[in-house]
């Protein structure tokens, strides 16, 4: 069983910030996949379901960013499960936006909602790092990540959103190279050839030369004028 814990604040006025792709891509899987109605639990909203035959709990923690560690920790008692039976899904200012990266363990990066989750849960859970960019300096992201995404960003957005759901079977089952092959689907989907260069294609498109006609069929007209050629 895992524990997929999205990070953002709760509310609606913070509902479309970069700082809350974590909730975006919760809600996305969610509805994709059948999963139950979120309910009021563990200090956050709680749905459960299934991926194929692996059992899943989506969390969102309720108890704002900074104290995200809480609400996690209070699910993982209740489900009995370790820190690697988790895997979180975050905002990442140092990924370009519409980039998707898996970590496992390592440093929280300044990011309070990891922060949080190492102080309460420690740093061995797995996470997604969706990238949202950067605003050039670091004075700049607090306000940068609390600010809506601009109506610039929904295509590659619901991209980035639609992959993570289509990948989260192969997800829970550690094989995250399919995951982000899921992902990069989305994003930049493979074109389509046009069957205009090569010489494979122009022996596709081109007609075979016609086969010669045997000496027996042809009629006496056809042999006078081969004479003559």
Known sequence: MKLIVGLG????????HRHNIGFMALDRIAADHGFAPWKGKHQGSVSEGRFGSDRAVLL????????SGQSVQAAMRFYKLEPTDVIVFHDEIDLAPGKVKCKSGGGHAGHNGLRSLHAHIGPEYDRVRLGVGHPGHKDAVPGYVLRDFPKADEAWLDDVLRGISDGMAELVKGDTAKFL???ALRVSPPRSGTGTKGGASKAKTEAPP???VPEESKSALQRLVAKFR
């Open 60 to 67: 969102k923690p309720e108890t704002y960013m900074n104290n």
């Open 181 to 183: 092959n899921a992902v």
């Open 9 to 16: 604040n709760p509310g609606a006025k913070y509902a479309r």
């Open 210 to 212: 016609p086969e010669p």
